[in-house]
């Protein structure tokens, strides 16, 4: 069976973000091992999602049979993402950080991810992800140095999201220090190759 992978490219600089960068990185590595794996790219520069609104979130709540072609449109293009996800054996996320958040591209991407019955469903024990049995590898570029202080809301927003739809298998590899000098950037680029050439299984 082929195995696929998802690439999500989260920089607004595209393919030339050092966080897609890396992203690239563990996906070449990755192909060396799966010479014969599909690899799914989903760009949120090149191709960005509208942020939700409520004319959105009430298509995705309107009945199949009930949706005016308007709604049919707006459920396609998030079951379109929905099935990339639902498609992929791995998932590698280049994340940048802005203004000490996600990039607003990829809170869209969740937006229109997080459907109920769809990729999670409530239950009487509580929510229950719907795209288990996944690993997901987040290449994290920061101009400074956050990971494990109280200023770096990406990485518990990020785990929670994807735990809350059912995957759970989730490594982080940061690059931080990126814009304090040239000699803290190569550091910082080393270990995070050190550690793809790792995680790239």
Do not use: C
Request: no cysteine; hydrophobic share 40%.
């Amino acid at each position: 069976m082929t195995t696929t992978l998802l690439q999500i490219n989260t920089s607004l600089f595209s393919e030339n973000g050092q966080s897609s960068k890396l992203a690239q990185d563990y996906v070449e590595a990755w192909r060396t091992r799966h010479p014969q794996g599909r690899v799914i790219v989903r760009d949120l520069a090149t191709n960005p999602l509208p942020h939700l609104t409520a004319e959105r979130f009430q298509a995705f709540l309107a009945k199949p049979e009930a949706r005016t072609p308007e709604q049919r449109a707006i459920v396609a293009e998030s079951d379109a993402l929905i099935d990339e996800l639902k498609a992929a054996d791995q998932i590698v996320l280049g994340l940048p950080m802005y203004n000490f958040g996600i990039p607003s591209t990829l809170k869209a991407w969740i937006d229109h991810v997080a459907r109920a019955g769809v990729t999670f469903r409530y239950t009487a024990n509580g929510p229950e992800g719907l795209v288990a049995d996944r690993k997901l590898t987040v290449l994290a570029a920061r101009g400074g140095r956050y990971a494990g202080t109280p200023k770096d809301t990406q990485s518990g927003y990020v785990r929670d999201f994807f735990n809350f739809i059912g995957i759970r298998d989730i490594d982080f590899v940061y690059a931080e220090g990126m814009a304090l000098d040239e000699s803290t950037r190569r550091e910082a680029l080393d270990a995070a190759h050190s550690r793809i050439d790792k995680l790239a299984a």
